[in-house]
T-cell receptor, first 115, second 110 residues
């Protein structure tokens, strides 16, 4: 149980374009989902907390107008990287959990390369 | 002070040995504790959860929690080359606060 599906797994796009990443909880409802970014050989960095039916909470230093998060249902959150630049190239990972004290379950991640 | 501290390693152990991974946390209201394994280029995978003081065993893995000392550890018995990965300690605080350590890199030498 507690499966999180993330799509696409890999995307290559040109500078200036936008990319949407989907995160779905397949067998549970997730009122909250978390978006992380990880650069090579670095730690997980929390970007934002996505709340169903309300605005996302962004971590300090993360541009909310660049990284648009929509959590329209209890099983789907999306992250859109707008006007992508090469420095946005990274591994983006979403996660969700069943209950308040339960562990985070991660999607398989999306490797974004901006050329 | 970081919420969760781990020795970054690298930690190397021979195949068949016990690997010991340690983690300390700063906030006494931490309520649940987790160990994740992350292979290079992959997303983290949950391997252990622990909620109360003492030991919890699952196969070759044992998690140990000492809330008085604010310390969590993971023991991997009979280490295998396939255990080579980065191990992340994570702590859950009230209010959707979830903190990860920077991870310990483990290499099991055949």
């Amino acid at each position: 149980g507690a499966v999180v599906s993330q799509h696409p797994s890999r995307v290559i796009c040109k500078s200036g374009t936008s990319v949407k990443i989907e995160c779905r909880s397949l067998d549970f409802q997730a009122t909250t989902m978390f978006w992380y970014r990880q650069f090579p050989k670095q730690s997980l960095m929390l970007m934002a907390t996505s709340n169903e039916g309300s605005k996302a909470t962004y971590e300090q230093g993360v541009e909310k107008d660049k990284f648009l998060i929509n959590h329209a249902s209890l099983t789907l959150s999306t992250l859109t990287v707008t006007s992508a630049h090469p420095e946005d190239s990274s591994f983006y990972i979403c996660s969700a959990r069943v209950g308040q004290y339960s562990p985070l379950h991660f999607g398989n991640g999306t490797r974004l390369t901006v050329t | 002070q970081k919420e969760v501290e781990q020795n970054s390693g690298p930690l190397s152990v021979p195949e068949g040995a016990i690997a010991s991974l340690n983690c300390t946390y700063s906030d006494r209201v931490s309520q649940s504790f987790f160990w994740y394994r992350q292979y290079s280029g992959k997303s983290p995978e949950l391997i252990m959860s622990i909620y109360s003081n003492g030991d919890k065993e699952d196969g070759r893995f044992t998690a140990q929690l000492n809330k008085a000392s604010q310390y969590v550890s993971l023991l991997i018995r009979d280490s295998q080359p396939s255990d080579s990965a980065t191990y992340l300690c994570a702590v859950n605080l009230p209010g959707n606060q979830f903190y990860f350590g920077t991870g310990t890199s483990l290499t099991v030498i055949p």
